[in-house]
């Protein structure tokens, strides 16, 4: 009866196991011939590695997926003609420990079962990424002097407030508004260019595996 038992309770966790493999393992899509399983979106939510010139903010499975999409479909358009060096991405890494912390690197890494090395290529990816976003939207983008003012009464002031801080003056946030609006219109505008990669993308999502994934 215990061997029966005991029997039982291995078949329990190996089928377990074998059901948290095959969600590891799951297609979650395909863009121009390249998958993507939820394990790839497991990575980059788990080390936080979006970048500057994406949106921030908590982010479902769905926006998850169309984020990394786009991503995918920009490195295609320049892969082989943008770099980046092992050095930039030891550079990279390292900024990673000193966010997280040697030690959370590691246990992160261990709960993915993958290798600290096996971190490189989606820190690559993050890189290229960044280079070919940054080179084709470099340009200085105009604010106007009432776009400033209407952020600071509609949005930095009721924030500083809300926060139980006294706003400071116009003139001393003034460059940082500016700053904060030009990043707004810089995304707008890479969103509007992804938009239309992914028109001309042919784009295959797999349902079943998002329904998986809680």
Do not use: H
């Amino acid at each position: 009866m215990k061997i029966l038992w005991r029997l039982m309770i291995l078949l329990l966790i190996t089928l377990n196991f074998l059901s948290a493999q095959e969600l590891v393992n799951c297609l979650v899509a395909v863009v121009d011939r390249v998958p993507i399983t939820w394990f790839d979106l497991r990575v980059i939510e788990s080390f936080e590695l979006w970048s500057e010139y994406e949106e921030d903010g908590v982010l479902s499975k769905e926006q998850m997926l169309n984020r990394y999409i786009e991503r995918l479909l920009v490195l295609g358009l320049a892969r082989g003609q943008v770099k980046v060096s092992e050095g930039e991405v030891l550079a990279e890494m390292s900024r990673l420990k000193n966010k997280f912390g040697s030690e959370v690197v590691e246990q992160k890494c261990q709960s993915l079962g993958m290798k600290e090395s096996d971190l490189f290529s989606y820190l690559e990816n993050k890189l290229l990424f960044e280079k070919i976003i940054g080179s084709r939207f470099n340009q200085k983008l105009y604010v106007s002097l009432k776009e400033i003012e209407d952020y600071y009464q509609k949005v930095y002031v009721p924030e500083e407030k809300s926060n139980g801080r006294t706003p400071a003056e116009l003139i001393t946030v003034l460059d940082m508004i500016e700053a904060r609006l030009q990043n707004q219109k810089r995304r707008k505008q890479i969103k509007d260019w992804t938009e239309e990669l992914k028109q001309r993308a042919e784009i295959m999502v797999y349902e079943d595996c998002l329904k998986k994934i809680r």
